[in-house]
Nanobody, 123 residues
Framework: VQLQASGGGLVQSGGSLRLSCAAS????????MGWFRQAPGKEREFVATISWIGISTSYSDSVKGRFTISRDNAKNTVYLQMNSLKPEDTAVYYC?????????????????WGQGTQVTVSS
C-alpha cells in the first residue's frame, strides 16, 4: 500500500485548505486512517483520526473545531478540511493507515505513511 498526500500550500492566516490522501490500490478496506504533522524542529504530532466506517473520529485539542477529517472509501481517499488556519498550523502534514478499523492517536499505532505535504500559514 502506498499513500499519496496532496493539497498543501501557502495560505494566509484565517484561510482554508483541504488535504487529500489517496491510496495506490484498493487497500484502505478495514483500515483506520490518521493525519499527523511535523513542524520544523519539533516532533511529529497527532492531528486527527477516522475509523474505517467513518463513524468515529478524534482530534487533537489544537485543531478541534477547526479541522474535519473525512473519507470516501469508494475513492480510497481520506481528507482533512482545515479552516481558520493559524501560523502555528505550519508543518508538513502526513497521512497514515493502521492495520485495524479502530481509531488511534499514537504514531506507533500506524504502519503505513505517506510522503507528506507542506502547509504554510502566513500571518
Amino acid at each position: 500500500v502506498q499513500l499519496q498526500a496532496s493539497g498543501g500550500g501557502l495560505v494566509q492566516s484565517g484561510g482554508s485548505l483541504r488535504l487529500s490522501c489517496a491510496a495506490s490500490e484498493r487497500a484502505l478496506t478495514g483500515h483506520a486512517m490518521g493525519w499527523f504533522r511535523q513542524a520544523p524542529g519539533k516532533e511529529r504530532e497527532f492531528v486527527a483520526t477516522i475509523s474505517w466506517i467513518g463513524i468515529s473520529t478524534s482530534y487533537s485539542d489544537s485543531v478541534k473545531g477547526r479541522f474535519t477529517i473525512s473519507r470516501d472509501n469508494a475513492k480510497n481517499t481520506v481528507y482533512l478540511q482545515m479552516n481558520s488556519l493559524k501560523p502555528e498550523d505550519t508543518a508538513v502534514y502526513y497521512c497514515a493507515s493502521r492495520p485495524t478499523s479502530f481509531i488511534a492517536t499514537k504514531i506507533n499505532e500506524y504502519d503505513v505513511w505517506g510522503q507528506g505535504t507542506q502547509v504554510t500559514v502566513s500571518s
